[in-house]
Structures are given as structure tokens and as C-alpha cells.
């Protein structure tokens, strides 16, 4: 348990940040714990991170604790100029520097062979290192002020759907972090992509916003066997975790509109038997069919970003209503559906049902 060495929780303290320029000062603050080793939470574009100092061993080490992450799994530094990258790797190729040009900052991590600068705590132990430019406002100037790069996982409890608000944050590590920063939900929900450059061609190991049709207009890709073939060994340590996992049970039904609305009420007619509490999460056209049931909604069919922005949140609201088992709708694994499904494949913990 993260806290005080006596054993006590520690408190977590709360900053509501706004816009950069009027938080300015409380930025300021909340840098000083980055600077004496301690964890913030900050907002960024995708989810929300867990921060210290990228560069701090013992700092780091505290991001594993808080979250109760796996030693083996490493961290992503975050850096808020270009340049920073330099003297965290060995080997910024034409093609790093074309992606990092183009889509920087934004949602889009890259994976370099690191220097001796970067601790094993966020490589695990490996020699290569995954880095992000983050777009989000608050997340830039406050790794500006911090003055290092910050390793930031998404801040939830490892295992849990990824926070995209300040209150999903606090569910999870309130207690445990030293702070937290407010800045409104996130924009995109997902997190980033993660594109391992050592390799040629270069392989998406997590998808996310940017897709393996936006990146193949730059060079070469392909997406990881591994994302493909769920039997095949980790490449990315995360992989191989159960993640996103809402604690109800949580299936999803693919096929035409039809069918799906009719297997979520046969299958909610069968759990209702066994005395289960049920929640359905479906696109905003199905919920009428679920009048005077626990429905949320994740936008409109033809809206995957709205989908992307609203899945982990409406997973966590369920585990608070304390419902038994979710029944939920997908998409097609194509462009950015390859992401949503991606996680909808973890957060069922592979139940996904074909109709
Ligand atoms: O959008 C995001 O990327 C968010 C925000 C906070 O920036 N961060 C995030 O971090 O999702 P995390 O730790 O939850 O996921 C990072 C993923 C993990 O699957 C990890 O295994 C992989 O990136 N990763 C990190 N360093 C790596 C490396 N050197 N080689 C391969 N995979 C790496
Ligand atoms: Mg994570």
C-alpha cells in the first residue's frame, strides 16, 4: 500500500486547473512534488497518467507501487519539446523524426533504443524506451515546468479501465498519490498508439487514435501479430496483462443491428433468471429497446471517437451502480474500430460473442 511509512494513507491533494494560463500557479505547486520524487496524476488528450520524474529511479518506482503495476511492464516518458527525445535515445532514424515532426504532439508513443540516462525502472529492464509528446495543454506545461520528462502509465489501479476523468482517478488512487491535477475529461479516451521504431517494418503494438492507415501514409507498418493472435507471446510487456476490466462481468455482441439488439435481450433474459443484476451499454439508437433497464449509451453507431471518448467511463459507472454483469454492443475491427475493439477484447477478457 502507497502512503505514509508508518502505514497511513497519504492525502491526496486536489488542484482544479481550468485553463494553463489561470493555473499557472498551481502548477507551479504541484511541480515541487515531481521535484522532491513524489506521483501527480495529470490530464492528458487520451487518459490521464500517473506522473514523476522520468529520470528518478526511486520516483518511478512509486508509480509501481501506487498502481500495484508489475515490475516488468515500463513506462512511457512524456517530454514537451522535440529536443528532449536526443538525449533519452541512441538512434533517432529519418523515420522517427518524420513521424515525430508530423504528428507530435498528439496521441502517438514511440518506442527508441534508450541511453544510459533513461532508469530501468521505466525500461523494465529492456533497452529500448517508449516516448510521448502529449498535446493536451496542461500535460505540456506542466512537464515544462517539471523540467524532466515524466513517465506516466494511465493512472488507474492496474488491471482497471483507464480514468479519463479526475473523479475515475481518485476511485482508484485517492490515498495513494501525492496529487492530482483537474483538468476536465479527456478528449480522446483511448490511449495512444504505441509504434515500435527498433523494428523494420515498424509494428503497432497498441492501436489507438492514430491508425495503421494514418501511419502507413508516413512508412512501412504493420500491426503486431500479437494483437491478432491472442496465443502468441507479449512483445509489449502490457500486452500480456488483464487490463481495462470492469469488475461485472462484461460481454459483447457483434453482427448486424438486428441481431445484436436481439441477443443483449435474450441474454438479459437469461441473466435476469439467475437473479443477476444487468447493465447494457449501447449505441444511443438500441436504448429504447431497454426501457426499464440500467442502460448507458456510447453515442450513435456511425461514431466510433464518441465510442472511443465514453467506454472506459461508462465501465466505471456500472462497477459503481454495482450491476453483476454488462452486455455491450461492438464494432468492426477496421481503422480506428481496431483500437476499440482492442480494449473491448481485454475488458470482456475475450467474451465477445459473433450474432
Ligand atoms: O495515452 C497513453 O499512452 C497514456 C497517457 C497517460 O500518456 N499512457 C499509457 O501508459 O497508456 P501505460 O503504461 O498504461 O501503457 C503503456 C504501454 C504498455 O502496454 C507498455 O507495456 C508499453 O506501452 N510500453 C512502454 N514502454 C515500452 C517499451 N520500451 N517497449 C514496448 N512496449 C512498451
Ligand atoms: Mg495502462
Known amino acids: 500500500m502507497a502512503g505514509g511509512d508508518d502505514g497511513t494513507k497519504m492525502k491526496t491533494r486536489y488542484y482544479s486547473i481550468g485553463n494553463v494560463k489561470e493555473g499557472e500557479e498551481l502548477l507551479q505547486e504541484a511541480a515541487k512534488y515531481i521535484r522532491c520524487g513524489e506521483t501527480v496524476a495529470i490530464p492528458t488528450e487520451t487518459v490521464y497518467g500517473l506522473a514523476a520524474d522520468g529520470l528518478n529511479e526511486k520516483a518511478c518506482a512509486r508509480i509501481f507501487e501506487a498502481k500495484e503495476r508489475p515490475a516488468d511492464n515500463p513506462l512511457i516518458l512524456h517530454i514537451a519539446d522535440i529536443a528532449s527525445v536526443d538525449e533519452l535515445v541512441i538512434d533517432v532514424t529519418p523515420q522517427h523524426r518524420t513521424l515525430m515532426e508530423a504528428l507530435w504532439p498528439g496521441p502517438l508513443t514511440l518506442i527508441f533504443k534508450c541511453s544510459d540516462l533513461v532508469p530501468k525502472a521505466v525500461t523494465a529492464g529492456g533497452d529500448t524506451v517508449a516516448i510521448r509528446f502529449p498535446s493536451h495543454p496542461i500535460a505540456r506545461r506542466f512537464i515544462e515546468i517539471c523540467g524532466t520528462p515524466l513517465a506516466a502509465p494511465s493512472a488507474n489501479q492496474s488491471g482497471r479501465p483507464s480514468p479519463t476523468n479526475a473523479s475515475d482517478v481518485l476511485a482508484d488512487m485517492d490515498g495513494r498519490i501525492c496529487a492530482i491535477l483537474d483538468g476536465g475529461p479527456c478528449e480522446i479516451g483511448l490511449e495512444s498508439t504505441v509504434l515500435d521504431m527498433t523494428v523494420s517494418p515498424a509494428k ?49 455482441y457483434t453482427g448486424s443491428k438486428e441481431n445484436v439488439v436481439a441477443a443483449l435481450k435474450a441474454a ?11 447493465g447494457l451499454l449501447v449505441f444511443n439508437e438500441d436504448a429504447s429497446n431497454f426501457p426499464e ?32 454483469v454488462i452486455l455491450g454492443v461492438g464494432v468492426e475491427s477496421v481503422g480506428y474500430g481496431t483500437a476499440l475493439m482492442n480494449r473491448i477484447v481485454k475488458a470482456t477478457e475475450g467474451r465477445i460473442v459473433e450474432v
Open 204 to 252: 503497432i503494438l497498441r492501436p489507438g487514435y492514430y491508425t495503421m492507415e494514418d501511419l502507413s501514409r508516413y512508412l512501412k507498418v504493420e500491426l503486431d501479430e500479437n494483437l491478432l493472435d491472442t496465443k502468441a507471446l507479449p512483445r509489449s510487456p502490457g500486452q500480456k496483462y488483464r487490463h481495462y476490466a470492469p469488475k461485472a462481468e462484461y460481454t459483447v
Open 268 to 278: 438479459r433474459e437469461e441473466y435476469k433468471k439467475k437473479g443477476k443484476k444487468v
Open 293 to 324: 433497464e440500467e442502460v448507458l449509451t456510447l453515442g450513435s453507431y456511425d461514431d466510433e471517437k464518441t465510442m472511443g471518448r465514453l467506454l472506459f467511463a461508462k465501465l466505471r459507472e456500472f462497477d459503481r451502480r454495482g450491476v453483476d
